[in-house]
């Protein structure tokens, strides 16, 4: 099958402003040798609140955005984005992720022009200035478990997938769906990262994002008590 689409961004967004990614998509792709092999996806999976997108962005011909009225699951979003999407290769992104420099998405254009399969970009927290106080256990808790440099994620691929940036060609993901029963937080990833590490070759480059979505230690420990349902399910 050939794509006129080679690359689909897709941002699932749940009570976040998303439009500071979409400012810094849409200007990368200026630096595209064809950008108009590319789309971005963006599905509102049931904010409890409304962000105003600008119209420059929602007339842009690469934004497609949708947004719903109910919460569908991590999972369940995510594997909705890739059937809206068209492209050879898909790149997952979370809302609250800003790419680290100018040439992220070029980067992950050159990977996929490769032939590889499965590309784990990585996170980190490069654009947060001295943050501590209310969200200092949160930043330690994370260089810990997250904001890890490629040569380490590679000791164990499938455990560093994380869904909030990394590129996979079409065929893989259609191969090896979403768990959908990941309805809450938490673990999605990983499970998907095992299935996928039994067929395809997971890499892992530095091509980070900064995840902008820091959290008190309270919303942290609330988040880690939510997150033991998948980790049963896992």
Request: aromatic share 12%; glycine share 6%; net charge negative.
């Amino acid at each position: 099958m050939t794509h006129s689409i080679f690359l689909s961004v897709l941002i699932p967004v749940y009570n976040w402003d998303v439009s500071s990614l979409l400012e810094h998509l849409v200007s990368q792709t200026r630096c595209l040798q064809n950008s108009n092999s590319l789309e971005i996806i963006v599905m509102d999976d049931g904010s409890s609140w409304r962000y105003e997108i600008s119209s420059s962005l929602l007339d842009c011909p690469l934004i497609h955005y949708h947004a719903f009225d109910e919460n569908r699951g991590r999972a369940a979003i995510r594997q909705m984005l890739l059937n809206e999407s068209a492209g050879e290769c898909v790149l997952f992104l979370d809302a609250d992720m800003l790419p680290d420099d100018d040439c992220f998405l070029q980067r992950y254009v050159e990977h996929a022009e490769a032939g590889n399969d499965i590309v784990c970009g990585g996170i980190s927290y490069l654009q947060h200035r001295d943050e501590g106080g209310d969200f200092s256990f949160y930043l330690y808790k994370s260089a810990k478990t997250e904001a890890i440099p490629a040569e380490k994620r590679r000791r164990a691929p499938w455990r560093y997938l994380f869904t909030s940036n990394v590129m996979v060609r079409r065929q893989v993901a259609e191969t090896v769906p979403f768990d959908c029963r990941f309805s809450g937080y938490g673990f999605e990833d990983i499970e998907w990262g095992l299935r996928l590490s039994e067929i395809y070759k997971i890499q892992h480059i530095d091509n980070t994002c900064t995840h902008m979505g820091l959290q008190t230690q309270k919303q942290t420990f609330a988040k880690m008590r939510e997150s033991i349902d998948n980790y049963v399910l896992l």
